[in-house]
T-cell receptor, first 109, second 115 residues
């Protein structure tokens, strides 16, 4: 079973920031938080990952709470092409990725 | 650098046949994992290969098998196909297992339809 909990769906207006939450209250000390997204019928696309510090790359920002029990993926200026299912996964790098149902993000014009 | 490639992209087979899918990892990546995605079960782990050895295996019947070659390319085979094997089969590659914070990169997948 997935070790994360995500809302099943979210809407976001185009051009606004999309904030996708994830709960991972049982995360262990050696596990990272990974985010992937899957646009319809394509392979999952890696977005970002982090251990305990906030991370930013050209696609998104990842904010991890100090107790590491939850995190938020931020897409700063959502576009229609960001419509996808977003998966939050905790993984140590030594085990297979366990995907939950993810959050279906709909970006609305 | 080229990404993970999978061939074929689409495949139609009939029940009872067997099928072989191929995956070429990102250059320099030596670990390859396979996943099955269906509408009912979501994304599920099939197996992982590293240095031509199966390192991990998911909860799938023995009809599902795989192998890895010395150049890190991998194939998976499904024998005696069933209707329920219709799915998107995804391959992911990484440098090697056991590295903390290592990232897996996915290919576009092979969509298999069993009639």
């Amino acid at each position: 079973d997935a070790k994360t909990t995500q809302p099943p769906s979210m809407d976001c207006a185009e051009g606004r920031a999309a904030n996708l939450p994830c709960n991972h209250s049982t995360i262990s000390g050696n596990e990272y938080v990974y985010w992937y997204r899957q646009i319809h019928s394509q392979g999952p696309q890696y977005i970002i990952h982090g251990l305990k510090n906030n991370e930013t790359n050209e696609m998104a920002s990842l904010i991890i709470t100090e107790d590491r029990k939850s995190s938020t993926l931020i897409l700063p200026h959502a576009t229609l092409r960001d419509t996808a299912v977003y998966y939050c996964i905790v993984n140590s790098g030594n085990t297979p990725l366990v995907f939950g149902k993810g959050t279906r993000l709909s970006v609305i014009a | 650098k080229a990404g993970v490639t999978q061939t074929p992209r689409y495949l139609i087979k009939t029940r009872g046949q067997q099928v072989t899918l191929s995956c070429s990892p990102i250059s320099g990546h030596r670990s390859v994992s396979w996943y099955q995605q269906t509408p009912g079960q979501g994304l599920q782990f099939l197996f992982e290969y590293f240095s031509e050895t199966q390192r991990n295996k998911g909860n799938f019947p023995g009809r599902f098998s795989g192998r890895q070659f010395s150049n890190s390319r991998s194939e998976m085979n499904v024998s005696t196909l069933e209707l329920g094997d219709s799915a998107l089969y995804l391959c992911a590659s990484s440098l090697q297992p056991g590295i903390r914070g290592e990232t897996q990169y996915f290919g576009p997948g092979t969509r298999l339809l069993v009639l």
